[in-house]
């Protein structure tokens, strides 16, 4: 089996037309959501770049592979992946395929997509890196023009200083665009792979729709900004959520932008959508045309979503909004009828996938499952909750989130915990923490959040033992041993399952 795999960064879900989208034109991946599996309720892991992609890599969980902050905002965490971690091309390749990676890697800084064996450009870079030198030969060989940009788009700092930059019009035709320059690598790639008799793994990752959104005027203005309905979450007042959103929608200097602009760059936004789907049409047709459709499995998915205005933010960051943390998800086995599955997966299930696809041992990836059985139609049993955690961005900010069919539960270590009805309140706009009506959703949620976090080894769990509700523990948080005697060293902790009792001695 032949896998081809299709990565976007930092892409919101509601921007496509298989998910719902009235406006935007994605007639490619519509097409792959309409002959494949489309999971409604697919998740990332963590909402940054790097930790993500490690999860993808190893199909592990970020707190377990330790690779938890993109290097251009790293706050001393490891910059690579350990050298003894498993990773699926590691698997692959010892199974026969031939690895390709065409576009953004953003897996490590002194190892590259070449050091897991892939085959194509080193692109490590956190944004389209229109300087590198396989790019201008490519510009060169067909007579395209350098990369230009004007007319930026970018709030105001606190302190008065240029705020992030956002967007601006691209002085270069589609086929010099970097988009379009990926594409064709990738076909190159099938080409080759096409000819010859191995089986192949071929990734292409690309840079957007991060921002910023850098599009030629047929794209930026693509889309009439009067299409655009706003984010009901721009309303956000931040009003009993933890104080680092204010502050986060400070440093991407929302209050300074005027509202018109914020629609017109969701405008813009989807015009790099499109742009991409163009290009993804064109890697999908090709396959086609070379006979390869009916022996290749084909995933599209993004590391994680991204802001666009909601909640009065950009980017991503310390929060864990379904803006950033659902993500698109489709999956086309050849063989399997298509279908819309609501099983809560997640990005590191695809790593199983893979690995079950290829033919290879899945139990490395050890946070994984194959959605294999899923995309077949069958109904194998499925967790009810989905666990996401974050490390920071920028600086330190561990958090821990479940999800279940409606509610979701953020724990905030330094500040406010959060709690959304999901049903009620989609865009995640009222905090029901605090509630009273919600104290048995609460106590129900953070007792499955420690009781997860126990069974992965993520030791999160050691603060919740002694900071919230979490019933009865099963284990001494207060180091009391200590206390103990030589003639007490062999005391253990037992505990009743009267959840008001206290830990008792036991010899």
Known sequence: MNLLFLMTDQHRVDTLGCYGNPHVATPHLDRLAATGTRFDRFYTPTAICTPARASLLTGQAPFRHRLLANYERNVGYLEDLREDAFTFPEALAANGHRLGLIGKWHGGTRRNAASYGFEGPDLPGWHNPVDHPDYLAYLEEHGLPPYRISDPVRGTTPGGNPGNLLAARLHQPVEATFEYYLATRAIEHLERYAAGDEPFFLATHFFGPHLPYLLPDSYYDLYDPALVELPPSVAETFEGKPPVQRNYSAHWAFDTIPIETTRKLIAVYWGYVTLIDEQIGRILTRLDELGLGEDTSVFFTADHGEFTGAHRLHDKGPAMYEDIYRIPGIIRIPGAAPQVRDELVSLTDCTATILELAGCDPSPAVDSRSLVPLV???????????????????????????????????????????????????????????????????????????????????????????????????????LSAFENDDANAGTTWTATADPGATLTETP
């Open 376 to 478: 077949k139609g069958e109904t194998p049993r499925w967790p009810g909750e989905l666990v996401a955690e974050f490390h920071g961005h920028h600086f330190p900010y561990p958090q821990r989130m479940i999800r279940d069919d409606r509610y979701k539960l953020v724990v905030n270590p330094e500040s406010v915990n959060e709690l959304y009805d999901l049903l009620a309140d989609p865009h995640e706009l009222a905090n029901r923490y605090t509630h009273p009506e919600f104290r048995q959703v609460r106590a129900r949620l953070m007792r499955r959040l420690y009781e997860l976090l126990r069974d992965r080894g993520d030791n999160f769990y050691h603060w919740m033992t002694s900071m919230y509700d979490i019933g009865v523990s099963d284990y001494d948080p207060s």
